[in-house]
């Protein structure tokens, strides 16, 4: 056999596939392991889980319930059960689910293209930024990614119970992944209509209509039981009514969603370095196939590919009218489609589409550690460890020279300070919250100075140090009205509004966290004889 024919038809089993991920991701992030949590895992992910182990409750009782799935959170707190609650056995089990969805990655890009394409494609989904960095938090949008790369694994090769297994679970994970097996409905409707009329039967997975579509809705039969249940237990079925206004009832503005559709379009396509492999794989196009010994090379199958590209535009549509912070990580179950389509385009129609891949993955690891020229969320690549680095000494700080004191800060600072099983303090601290350090937030503290003695301030939004559009006046304020976005003051600044002497300050990378003493507590500590 030739060598090339060699290659299309070798294959390699997930499981060893799974084994050689978890080393390979455990390796690479155990200086982050037994980091605190961060953001939203400290405010609601690991509360829930932590909720789910002490009392047995799916629905989270020491913080708003958010109606989310409780698989992840099951599975965390079965983790905790077996091994300890640590930041330890968090990240390492989340480390399982990232070493579980690159083993989907491979399992389809192995099917829809050859072994090549599929190594290629994890690697490179590995060593994607937002995924990387989401590999260890403990979020719901991996794991349901994961289980819906397996479901549309199971897809391509026509296994319609273990698709619908996948998907029924994916569904449960995070409710946003009902959006991959509605989309695949729904067009394995209209294909057939398209097929007719063009005589073209390769668009279509399926040319023909089969009742067997149907089973592509029986994920909705656990999403709706379980927003029953939620209904029956709490009164409400999408959360608490503050997270479906913020999430529903606010994004659909007709421009915000435009706007917020472009940011999609972004996400799935350019973000972290991702236009480098759009880039290459639009100038590819423009080259002939690639001949050897075995004929022409393989291409993803048009049915594939479509897909592919359906359910892309059901995630970049849905989500731009949905979700009050646009973040990247929502987009995870369709990138890594984005990166296979790529990968086999170059080996298609590059003679050395090894080494552009090379250089994708090589951008993708240096948008780990350097920031874009633009806002965007920590969490997107390892920034985050700069946020939890800078939170963790200054809350030591604060515990250690003030025990006893009232912290004025915000979320999720004040989360932080007052629940201990997170990670940055050994005990409860008292905390006086706002929204966050704006001039006018700082202001309208001086009716209340006589209840807190000390600041905790920190930058709430990334800020590069020259960032791009800022001198746009109109995108500024499009920001501020859609986005949420503000510009939080300085620390030396702060302590000034505040009354106050800046007695601690540390910046990281366009992050900066300050602790602000005010007047009376100085001059208290002045008049005490030493």
Not at 160 to 176: D, I, N, P, Y
Not at 374 to 385: I, K, T, V, W
């Amino acid at each position: 056999m030739p060598k090339s024919a060699e290659i299309e038809s070798r294959t390699l089993h997930p499981s060893l596939i799974f084994a050689l991920a978890f080393l390979a991701v455990f390796a690479l992030h155990i200086p982050l392991l037994r980091l605190p949590y961060f953001w939203d895992e400290a405010g609601y992910y690991v509360p829930a889980a932590r909720d789910l182990l002490l009392s047995g409750s799916v629905i989270p009782h020491s913080t708003p319930s958010n109606a989310h799935p409780p698989l992840v959170m099951a599975y965390l707190a079965f983790c905790w059960r077996m091994a300890g609650y640590t930041p330890l056995v968090t990240r390492t089990a989340m480390l399982l689910i990232s070493a579980f969805s690159l083993a989907g990655v491979f399992r389809l890009a192995q099917r829809v293209a050859n072994v090549e394409v599929a190594v290629a494609s994890t690697i490179c989904t590995a060593l994607y930024p937002v995924f990387f960095a989401q590999s260890s938090l403990a979020h719901l949008d991996l794991a349901a990614a994961g289980l819906t790369f397996w479901a549309l694994g199971s897809y391509v090769e026509q296994r319609r119970g273990q698709t619908v297994l996948w998907f029924s679970l994916a569904v449960l994970a995070k409710e946003t992944a009902v959006l991959a097996p509605l989309a695949l409905f729904a067009w394995e409707l209209v294909c057939p209509m398209l097929h007719r009329e063009r005589r073209n039967p390769s668009l279509c997975l399926f040319p023909r209509r089969s009742w067997k579509s149907t089973l592509l809705l029986v994920p909705l039969l656990p999403l709706g039981f379980w927003y029953g249940y939620h209904y029956l237990r709490t009164g409400v079925v999408f959360g608490n009514p503050e997270f479906f206004r913020y999430n529903v009832l606010e994004t659909l503005y007709p421009l915000r969603v435009l706007l917020a559709l472009l940011l999609r379009l972004w996400q799935a396509l350019g973000y972290q370095n991702l236009y480098l492999l759009m880039l290459a794989t639009g100038f590819a196009m423009w080259r002939p196939p690639i001949h050897d010994a075995s004929g022409q090379r393989r291409r993803i199958a048009p049915g594939v590919q479509f897909a592919f590209l359906t359910v892309i535009v059901s995630y970049v549509i849905f989500m731009a009218l949905v979700g009050g912070a646009v973040l990247a990580r929502y987009m995870l179950p369709v990138v890594p489609l984005v990166i296979i389509t790529g990968v086999s385009t170059l080996r298609r129609r590059v003679q050395v589409w090894r080494g552009v891949v090379a250089i994708v993955g090589l951008a993708f690891v240096v948008g780990l550690f350097v920031n874009p020229p633009y806002g965007f969320s920590p969490e997107d690549n390892l920034a985050y460890r700069d946020y939890i680095l800078l939170h963790q000494h200054a809350e030591e700080f604060v515990e250690a020279r003030y025990p006893m004191a009232r912290v004025l800060t915000a979320w999720p600072a004040s989360d932080e300070l007052t629940r201990p099983y997170l990670g940055y303090v050994t005990r409860p601290m008292r905390v006086v919250r706002i929204e966050d350090f704006t001039v006018e937030q700082l202001m309208s503290t001086a009716d209340i100075r006589s209840r807190f003695d000390v600041a905790l301030v920190f930058s709430t939004k990334y800020e590069p140090p020259h960032p791009l559009f800022d001198d746009w006046p109109t995108w500024i304020e499009w920001k501020t009205r859609f986005f949420g976005w503000h510009r939080d003051v300085p620390p030396s600044a702060a302590a000034q509004l505040l009354g106050g002497q800046l007695v601690y300050t540390e910046r990281r990378r366009g992050q900066w966290v300050g602790v602000v003493e005010l007047e009376r507590v100085v001059e208290a500590r002045r008049s005490i004889p030493h």
